[in-house]
């Protein structure tokens, strides 16, 4: 069975940092794409950025700049380092992967107080 788990959410001030975590297990996704989605209250899930397995990157034009993305292959994992955070970043983020299905992490809440 296979199993994304976020972590490394939580609450912090306009123009702080967090970095976001994920592990997946229950299967290898070394040679596939990773990556963040979020979804703030009332808004439809948007793509944040993607990771190919040869670490290409694509990012949404709102978080270039002030995030970055990584992974390690060695730990079936993907991190996501946001900095200065604005309250409009505010959303639940979901980590995935894609290898011919889309396989969805259960979401950490980011809160960016103003």
């Known amino acids: 069975q296979v199993q994304l788990v976020e972590s490394g959410g939580g609450l912090v001030q306009a123009g702080g940092s967090l970095r976001l975590s994920c592990a997946a297990s229950?299967?290898?996704?070394?040679?596939?794409?990773m990556g963040w989605y979020r979804q703030a209250p009332g808004k439809q899930r948007e793509l944040v950025v993607y990771?190919?397995?040869?670490?290409?990157?694509n990012y949404a034009d709102s978080v270039k700049g002030r995030f970055t993305v990584s992974r390690d292959n060695a730990k079936n994992s993907v991190y996501l380092q946001m900095n200065s955070l604005k309250p409009e970043d505010t959303a639940v983020y979901y980590c995935?992967?894609?290898?011919?299905?889309?396989?969805w992490g259960q979401g950490t809440q980011v809160t960016v107080s103003s």
């Open positions: 995935y992967a894609f290898r011919g299905q889309t396989y």
């Open positions: 229950g299967s290898i996704f070394s040679r596939n794409v």
């Open positions: 990771i190919t397995a040869v670490g290409a990157t």
